[in-house]
Each structure stands twice: as structure tokens, then as C-alpha cells.
């Protein structure tokens, strides 16, 4: 009852109408699933390359490293980036980081329209870095949207679902460029392929950006959980946005699940810029296969993404989860790494399809679990942070194991992506389940 009053006299102060209880939107699944869509347009623009990269390749007259560059420039952008729009989020909300999320997608969409002939690499550059700067609006904002939005039982779901889109717009992104672009010879039908790519992509970015503007609101009228509540109570003026992040980095949990989530998260950005590169060696001409096999990854990491969710909602394990998780995707690594080269295309679906169920699925687990430890700091900040750990090490492993598959092969390749899987394994099982977020629900029910 106290916390209802709290929450009240916070709202009245601020819009003038006091809030009686928490209490439920029906437009949460709307601002959700919208999110999803915008999240699912703008990680398809981030493999939209590096599925086709033997294409894109020859087409520009680049070598290989520029192609992967083209991916890598999503993770070299968030780092820098991440700070001022994680404090911009705490500053002006949601509504705003959204609506400036899905316009840059629409426009970096837009630019590339304007490369459409070999020697206009750099045009198709600067595109994919408006796309990058645009993820830095999107890919923080998963847990903020569930806490927001979403009820104690249903949060975990929720973030499940805001996932669940930057995972199926990375599975369009090998599913649809291999059958939209096919590897033809003449260069005039290969620029007519990719414009259709890019003019659908461009459309589709728009009417999302449209869409965000009428559909998208700040929060619900009234606060879903306790937890919120206690968060809205609180005034303005006794957050820091500095001081919040100090804290963080002060919480030897969350620094333990930091380096954890990077390991883990910059293996799969690895493991899928250059997946086509790894099939292709192994099996000639097969492209759309190898934008299947990807497919199989994203997919399968969805269904994990989801039961993930749906457990945590249930049962409230979150460490146990993510450490048998954690565990999971390194055994998933360690059977693909030795069965990709035995010239058996399909047990490389079966092999991959494992792996993705466990190394995606772990996304969400990740945030989630952040959220609860660092309760009742800005989960924007939380999972900005876990976002710039996974960057660092997407690149640093993109580059390494591009390096180690061009001097030693793709198994080598594989096996130090092993070797970091299992440090995190091990790093995962000294984390301590401290739920401060369920432990606040809980005193204040």
C-alpha cells in the first residue's frame, strides 16, 4: 500500500493524476512486438553482407577483411556511442530513443540505395554506419522495455520477445540474401539483384519508423510491478547517471557477468560474419545452404531465447539457467568445430542448430540476469554496458579467428572460439545470484 502511495505522489507531480495501483497495459504487447520489428530490420541490415560476402566481394572489387569491416562496424560504433545514449535514455525515456532508433535505420537503409555500382564501396560504407549508430538506440533497450512495460511474472517473457527480434532479423539476414542476390556473373544483373534487396529493406524501414511515431509511448499510465513503482517514486534529482555507472562497476557480480556476456556474445558476432567464409571452404557453391545453415543458428537460439524467458518467469533461477546455458553452448561449439569438415552438409544443420539453441538463447538470460543484480539501477545502463563488453570481444574475435582461419583453417579458427567459451564457463560458475529486483517485489508485495 505504501509503495501505491509513493508511486501516486510521484505521478501526481508529474502529470497531474495519481496512478491507484499497479496495474497492466493492454499496449504493452504493441510497443513490444513493434520493437521487435524495428530490432529485427536493423540486425538484418547488420549480415545482409556477411551472408553473400563471397558476392559483395567480387562486386565491389574488395577483399575479404573490407567485407567483414562492413559487420564489424555495428560493434565499433556501439562502443563509443553506448554512453551518451544509455545517459539519454535516462534523461528523455524511451520514446524518444525509439523514435531516433528506427529513423537512422530508415536512413542508413536509404543511403545505400546510392551504391549501386562497383567503384561506390564508400557510399555503402557510410549506410552501414548509420545502421551501426541506429543499434546503438536498439540493442539496449530489451530489459528497459520489459521492466517498464511488464508485470514481476511476465518480465523475463517480455525481454524474451524484444530478443527475439534481433535474433530473426540476423536469420532473414542469411535466409533472404543468398535467394534475393544469386551469384551471377554479368555486373549490371548483379547491381538490378542487390537494388531490389535494398529497396525492400528501405520500404520495410520506413513504415516501421511511421509506425513507431503513432503506436510508441514513454510508459504506461500506471506503474506494472512493485519494483516500477519504487523506481518511479523516486525523484529525479537523486539520480546521477555517472554515479549509476560507478556502481556498476563497483558490483563484482555484475563485473564477473560483464566479461561473461562478452565472451559469450562475441563468439556468436564471430561465429556468424564469417560462417559463410567457413561453409563455402568446406563446401563449394553452396551459399544458400550456408545462409540456411545460419538460419538453423538463429532460429533454434530463438526457441531457446523464448523457453529461456518462460523458465526465468517461472522458476526465478537465473544463475543456475545461465550457468548450464553457459555450458551448453561450449559443448554445442566444441561438436560443430569437429563435425563441420566431414563433408556431411546436413550434420552441419544438426550441429549448428544445437549450438544456436543454447549460444542465442542465452541472450536475454544475459540482460535479465543483469537486471536482477543491479536493481534498481537504469537496466538501459546494465545492458549497455554488457552490449560494449560484447562488441569488444566480437571484434577482437572476428578479427582473430579471421586471421587463424586464413593461416591455419576453419578448425583452428573454432577452437579458439573453444577456449574462450570455456574461460567463461568457468567465470559464470563464481557469479552469485544476488535478485535484488525479485527480493523488491517480494518485501513490497
Known amino acids: 500500500g505504501m509503495v501505491q502511495q509513493e508511486a501516486g505522489g510521484a505521478a501526481k507531480g508529474e502529470a497531474g493524476g495519481v496512478p491507484d495501483e499497479v496495474r497492466l497495459s493492454r499496449r504493452r504487447w504493441a510497443v513490444v512486438l513493434l520493437f521487435s520489428s524495428y530490432s529485427l530490420c536493423n540486425a538484418f541490415q547488420w549480415i545482409q553482407y556477411g551472408s553473400i560476402s563471397n558476392i559483395f566481394l567480387r562486386f565491389y572489387g574488395v577483399n575479404a577483411f573490407a567485407i567483414d569491416w562492413l559487420s564489424m562496424s555495428y560493434m565499433l560504433v ?13 534523461k528523455r525515456g524511451l520514446r524518444l530513443i525509439a523514435l531516433a532508433g528506427s529513423a537512422l535505420n530508415a536512413t542508413g537503409a536509404w543511403v545505400k540505395l546510392g551504391s549501386l555500382k562497383p567503384q561506390l564501396f564508400p557510399v555503402t560504407v557510410l549506410g552501414q554506419v548509420i545502421c551501426a549508430v541506429a543499434q546503438v538506440f536498439i540493442l539496449g533497450m530489451p530489459s528497459r522495455i520489459a521492466s517498464v512495460w511488464f508485470g514481476s511474472h511476465e518480465v523475463s517473457t517480455a525481454c524474451s520477445i524484444a530478443v527475439f527480434g534481433n535474433q530473426l532479423g540476423i536469420a532473414v539476414g542469411f535466409l533472404v540474401p543468398p535467394v534475393l542476390v544469386p551469384n551471377v556473373e554479368d555486373v549490371e544483373k548483379l547491381a538490378y539483384h542487390i537494388s531490389i534487396m535494398f529497396f525492400m529493406t528501405a520500404g520495410v524501414a520506413t513504415a516501421l519508423f511511421i509506425l513507431v511515431v503513432i503506436v510508441f509511448r514513454e510508459k504506461p499510465p500506471h506503474p506494472p510491478s512493485q519494483a516500477q513503482a519504487l523506481i518511479q517514486s523516486r525523484p529525479a534529482e537523486e539520480y546521477s547517471y555517472l554515479q549509476s555507472i560507478l556502481r556498476l562497476l563497483r558490483n563484482t557480480n555484475f563485473l564477473l557477468l560483464m566479461v561473461t556476456y562478452g565472451l559469450n556474445t562475441g563468439c556468436f558476432y564471430a561465429l556468424s560474419t564469417l560462417l559463410n567464409r567457413m561453409v563455402i571452404h568446406h563446401y563449394p557453391g553452396e ?18 531465447a523464448l523457453i529461456s524467458g518462460i523458465w526465468l518467469d517461472r522458476t526465478k533461477t537465473y544463475k543456475q539457467t545461465t550457468l548450464v546455458v553457459y555450458v551448453m553452448s561450449l559443448v554445442g561449439m566444441v561438436i560443430y568445430t569437429f563435425t563441420l569438415s566431414l563433408q556431411h552438409l546436413w550434420l552441419v544443420f544438426v550441429t549448428a542448430g544445437m549450438l544456436g539453441f543454447f549460444m542465442t538463447g542465452y541472450l536475454p538470460l544475459g540482460f535479465e540476469f543483469a537486471a536482477e543484480l543491479t536493481y534498481p539501477e537504469s537496466e538501459g545502463t546494465s545492458s549497455g554496458l554488457l552490449n560494449v563488453s560484447a562488441q569488444i570481444f566480437g571484434i577482437a574475435f572476428t578479427i582473430g579467428q579471421g586471421k587463424i582461419m586464413d593461416c591455419f583453417g576453419t578448425k ?26 525479485q527480493q523488491a517485489n517480494l518485501d513490497n508485495e
Open 78 to 90: 556501439y562502443i563509443p556511442l553506448i554512453f551518451p545514449v544509455a545517459w539519454l535514455l535516462d
Open 287 to 304: 551459399e544458400v545452404n550456408a545462409g540456411r545453415i545460419g538460419l538453423t543458428i538463429i532460429l533454434s537460439g530463438m526457441v531457446g
Open 412 to 437: 583452428a579458427g573454432n577452437i579458439f572460439l573453444c577456449s574462450f567459451l570455456l574461460l567463461g564457463s568457468v567465470m559464470t560458475a563464481f557469479i552469485k545470484a544476488d535478485l535484488r529486483r
